[in-house]
Every structure is written in C-alpha cells, then in structure tokens.
C-alpha cells in the first residue's frame, strides 16, 4: 500500500513532526466513528511523551502534521546556531512566549533560534529557572529530529547541536 494508491501523505512507519509534540511515528492508519460519521485517522505514537495523537488525514497538513525536515533545512538550522544571539531588549514575558511560540511552530529553524539565543557558555551569566526550561525544551525538540533524520540517538544529536553552538560568531 504505497502512498501513490491510498493518496495519503504517509504511511505506517514514517516518521513525522507535530508542531506541538516534535517527532513521533505514524502507528498505524485507522478508520474511526464519529458522530455518525467515517472518519480516517493516522494513530501517531510519542515515545518520549508516552503519548499518542489520533489526527484526520483529511486534516493533517492544516494541523502541521509534516514529514522530517530535508537535508537543506537541517543544514540551516545547523547554521543558525552558528549565529550571533538576537535578544530583544522587550520584557522576559513577552520573549518567553515568543520563543514558545516558535517552538511549538514545528519549524526546525524557528526552533534553532531559540536554542542559538538561548544557549549559554560556561563564561556567560547563569540563565534564570524559565530560561532553561524553554532552551533544554528546544534543545530536545531539535536534537529529536536530527537524530530521527540522522539515524542516531538524542544524545549523539545533541552532541552535535553543542558543537554547532560552540562555532557561534562572538
């Protein structure tokens, strides 16, 4: 049953991204009642969130559903970390729901934003309890995916995504 046939974008055993949960695998593709009504869902599963996302094909690009990020698209996260922080010189409350927001864009980019102006060296001022929170929470979003498109685990990922981040420009 290859994607050709059925029309659908994926099939049992890819590997997608959800914007707001980062990669999981597609489980399997079941056909539910609601409301008297057929309808076709993929059944993704998140491992590291011991969670699982039942969402419309019919609906599935609309809710961000997306196979892993290309090659070129790493290439420029990978870039993007190299870069030199922008940090805003607004509220913390108004940055934090900022990098939230691209977050859970489920842009590897966007993502890769966060954790370049996030990131901290050891020379550098400790970061406050929320600021670690939204960069380790970027970090295992970004590292999840490049080690889904790598074949490696996180570990070897966020290893690295550390490297990239040492390259920054000062």
């Excluded at 049953?1 to 597609?26: C, E, I, R, W």
């Excluded at 809710?63 to 090659?71: D, K, S, T, W």
């Amino acid at each position: 049953m290859s994607n050709k046939q059925t029309g659908l974008a994926f099939k049992v055993g890819d590997s997608v991204v959800y914007p707001a949960h980062g990669v999981g695998k597609v489980a399997a593709i079941e056909t539910q009642e609601v409301a008297g009504m057929s309808l076709e869902v993929y059944v993704v599963t998140f491992d590291h969130e011991k969670m699982t996302l039942r969402v419309p094909t019919k609906r599935a690009s609309t809710a961000g559903l997306r196979p892993l990020a290309a090659e070129d698209v790493v290439g420029k996260a990978l870039t993007t970390l190299k870069g030199r922080a922008r940090v805003k010189r607004t509220m913390w409350s108004r940055r934090a729901q900022e990098y939230e927001a691209k977050i859970n864009s489920g842009d590897l980019v966007s993502i890769a934003e966060v954790v370049r102006d996030l990131h901290r060296a050891d020379s550098q001022p400790e970061q406050s309890y929320s600021e670690r929170q939204l960069y380790e929470s970027a970090l295992d979003r970004m590292a999840r995916e490049v080690a889904a498109i790598e074949r490696i685990d996180r570990d070897a990922a966020v290893e690295i995504l550390t490297r990239s981040l040492l390259k920054k420009a000062a």
